[in-house]
């Protein structure tokens, strides 16, 4: 059974960073595509990040947002800086059991396992 534990949410001002972690128990994290979407209130669950054969970002968080992961410990992580206030929302990891370049790696449907969400909170 894969579980998957995101943690490093929390309340920031605008212009401040956060990271999020999520670690993944069970599976074979390595070969996963990992991602993070997130939902705002009153809003569907929008895709923000991925890696796989490449990484892939939501346009309104290119050059302030970067995922990365760590094989080694399980674990992948969303550096956010320059936060704003539309930012704020829950925040899900997710992972997927294959790889795949291009417009799947967005699809929320498309992920396998899927973490409990952690809340960012960014005050203007």
């Known amino acids: 059974q894969v579980q998957l534990v995101e943690s490093g949410g929390g309340l920031v001002q605008a212009g401040g960073s956060l990271r999020l972690s999520c670690i993944v128990f069970?599976?074979?994290?390595?070969?996963?595509?990992m991602a993070w979407f997130r939902q705002a209130p009153g809003k569907e669950r929008e895709f923000v990040a991925s890696?796989?054969?490449?990484?892939y970002y939501l346009d309104s968080v290119k050059g302030r947002f970067t995922i990365s992961r760590d094989n080694a410990k399980n674990t992948v992580y969303l550096q956010m800086n320059s936060l704003k206030s539309e930012d704020t929302a829950i925040y899900y990891c997710?992972?997927?059991?294959?790889?795949?370049?291009?417009?799947?790696?967005?699809?929320?449907?498309?992920?396998?396992?899927w973490g409990q969400g952690t809340q960012v909170t960014v005050s203007s």
């Open positions: 890696t796989s054969w490449d990484t």
């Open positions: 997710a992972a997927a059991t294959w790889r795949s370049t291009g417009w799947r790696n967005k699809v929320a449907e498309d992920y396998d396992y």
């Open positions: 069970g599976g074979t994290f390595s070969i996963y595509t």
